[in-house]
């Protein structure tokens, strides 16, 4: 039997697993996301051309490969038509390459409106949702009033859904919400349903134990292990478990098939939305990471905020995935500064410490810095280890012997080719 393999990012999302799960994809046969759902944006990039993936995995430009959507992501059927759509514009057989669990929830569209109606309701406390109705659909799964592909082929599947719908009005109603016509909402939805009805629906846990007797299966995490349910900057999270422990029930694995565990985490930080975010920089240096890294939501292009590498978040994340692959993505962005700091303790209260607070949100968290001579040379057409500057690698050998652990592929650039492994 061979051991599922996972990827998944360390940070606050948007890490860089779209390009690494896509230049892995060679290696398996089979890619599965596990959690999540539209809020995520994975880029890959090739060719001259940038893909951006939001529910389908990114093994799906690989002839080769299978990519299931499993049980415990959450699909939105007018989302994913687009998808599909875009992606097989590009050229991908998404009807042959593509499953879906039958257990998968779907996002509905008053979901979306509740979504929007709830952080409309929190005001400045707002969540900053990506609003693609993520957490209202796996709080009907939770609660047990929710709708899974499987119900799309059902013959009383619109009873169902209507009975579900007049429900979310209800509240939606009650939120003051009414910037909307459910009837065209509705009918999009119907007519992506019919869309989806032509792929395949299978459960797809006895797909995947079944293939993992011959065949390689990488499983490819969405947001990240700072956006946890669980272990994340609560309430100001998504609300999927990101870490290695939601590929078991994502995907119907035990946890003695989980293999290697790849660990995404960029040069720096940035993070999306609201909550928490210790290294942040509110200066002219955050917003000269802001324009060199590009960052700008792949899905919402919302600008994100920019921060130091935090290594208080970072070793958290690995001891809670049990990673023990690194990647560093985004290297080449941190060329030209002056200096690159690291973020090794936090100030709380007075005392230092090397752990998550509780209450992130409400602490004031002061973090402690280790400060780095930066380099001006242009990593992006480094291809070996031997061509990156000594400055990068006196911060590269830091990071390793801090993490305890060797940083296996650094990537330079967004392109599949621009990846140094080790
Ligand atoms: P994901 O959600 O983790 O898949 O990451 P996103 O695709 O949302 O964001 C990562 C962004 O960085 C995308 O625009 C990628 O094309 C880009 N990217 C990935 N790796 C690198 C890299 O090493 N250098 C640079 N400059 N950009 C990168
Ligand atoms: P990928 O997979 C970055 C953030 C949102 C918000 C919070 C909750 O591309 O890395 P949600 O829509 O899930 O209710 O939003 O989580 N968020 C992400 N940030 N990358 C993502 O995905 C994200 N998915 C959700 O910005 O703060
Ligand atoms: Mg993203």
Known sequence: MNKVDVVLGLQWGDEGKGKIADFLTPQYNV???????????????????????????????????????????????????????????????????????????????????????????????????????????????????????????????????????????KLIDFLGYSDFDINVLEAEFYEACEFLKAFTFVDTEYLVNEKMKTEKILAEGAQGSMLDIDFGSYPFVTSSNTISGGVCNGLGIAPQHIGRVHGIFKAYCTRVGSGPFPTELNDEVGEELRKKGNEFGATTGRP????????????????????DYLIMMKSDVLSGFEEVKVCTGYKVNGTISTHIPYDLCNETVEPIYQSFKGWTEDL????????LPANFKTYIDFLESELGMPIHIISVGPDREQTIVD
Not at 118 to 147: C, F, M, Q, V, W
Not at 380 to 387: H, N, Y
């Open 31 to 169: 890619i599965a996301r596990f959690q999540g759902g539209p809020n995520a944006g994975h880029s890959l990039k090739f060719n001259g051309q940038t893909h951006v993936l939001n529910t389908i995995p990114s093994g799906i430009f690989h002839s080769g490969s299978l990519n299931i959507i499993g049980n415990g992501v959450v699909v939105d059927p007018v989302r994913i038509k687009a998808e599909i759509e875009r992606v097989e514009a590009a050229g991908a057989d998404v009807k042959k390459h593509l499953v879906f669990s039958r257990k998968a929830h779907v996002i509905l569209p008053t979901h979306r409106l509740l979504d929007a109606a709830s952080e409309h309701a929190k005001g400045a406390a707002k969540i900053g949702s990506t609003l693609r109705g993520i957490g209202p659909t796996y709080r009907d799964k939770i609660g047990r009033n929710g709708i899974r592909i499987g119900d799309i082929v059902h013959p009383d599947f619109k009873n169902k859904y209507q009975a579900i719908k007049d429900e979310h009005l």
């Open 304 to 323: 994100r905020r920019c921060g130091w590498m935090d290594l208080v978040a970072l070793k958290y994340a690995i001891m809670l995935s049990g990673v």
């Open 380 to 387: 992006t057409v480094c291809r070996k280890k031997s061509e």
